[in-house]
């Protein structure tokens, strides 16, 4: 199976603040790597697609970036409505899908 | 636009057998895969397998040994069946599609947790 990395695993910010995460994989998954923001008690909602398509509704702060190994997600300027966990997830390998472990971002 | 809903007991004994069903509104389950996803309680996310609209599957490898992903296109549904579950398999439950298996996760049912224990 691929694995998936993210990076830091927490992280705590104030509104405002830029804020980047990583999500590494173990092998090459060229661009097939999304991005979801996870809210308390809530399912999972897909952000971007394909490395770095923002979906139809997201705000333009949210942006992602790579290919290969390494991508990140950032959001330029962080609103109260951010503090979430979020998760990436691989396509590549369609008979093993796999998440990172995520990343839960609070206020500071 | 597509909604989905899951739909099942919230709690199953151990050594039982775990079924859920989601079904699809707003749209045709017709030429998309659809997959089931859990989340044990303060934990990230598995993804359990998928189905094409005409049957054909794919698992996690590992889970593949007990788990059965089936689809009723009549319906508008497809299900999920865990076999001999563990108290390690309680988790929120979510279904969801993927257009390609390519892709990625969108829409997602709102989730269901499922306890196990006796």
């Known amino acids: 199976d691929i694995q998936m990395t993210q990076s830091p695993s927490s992280l705590s910010a104030s509104v405002g603040d830029r804020v980047t995460i990583t999500c590494r994989a173990s092998q090459s998954i060229s661009t097939y790597l999304n991005w979801y923001q996870q809210k308390p008690g809530r399912a999972p909602k897909l952000l971007i697609s394909a490395a770095s398509s923002l979906q139809s509704g997201v705000p333009s702060r949210f942006s992602g970036s790579g290919s290969g190994t390494d991508f990140t997600l950032t959001i330029s300027s962080l609103q109260p409505e951010d503090f979430a966990t979020y998760y990436c997830?691989?396509?590549?390998?369609?008979?093993?899908?796999?998440f990172g472990q995520g990343t839960r971002l609070e206020i500071k | 636009q597509v909604q989905l809903q899951e739909s099942g007991p919230g709690l199953v004994k151990p050594s039982e057998t775990l079924s859920l069903t989601c079904t699809v509104s707003?749209?045709?389950?017709?030429?998309?895969?659809w997959s089931w996803i859990r989340q044990p309680p303060g934990k990230g996310l598995e993804w359990i397998g998928y189905i094409f609209y005409s049957g054909s599957t794919n698992y996690n490898p590992s889970l593949k040994s007990r788990v059965a992903i089936s689809v009723d296109t009549s319906k508008n549904q497809f299900s999920l069946n865990l076999r001999s579950v563990t108290a390690a398999d309680t988790a929120v439950y979510y279904c969801?599609?993927?257009?390609?298996?390519?892709?990625?996760?969108?829409?997602w049912g709102q989730g269901t947790l499922v306890t196990v224990s006796s």
């Open positions: 707003g749209g045709s389950i017709s030429s998309y895969y």
């Open positions: 997830q691989q396509s590549y390998s369609t008979l093993a899908i796999t």
């Open positions: 969801a599609r993927l257009p390609t298996t390519r892709d990625w996760f969108d829409p």
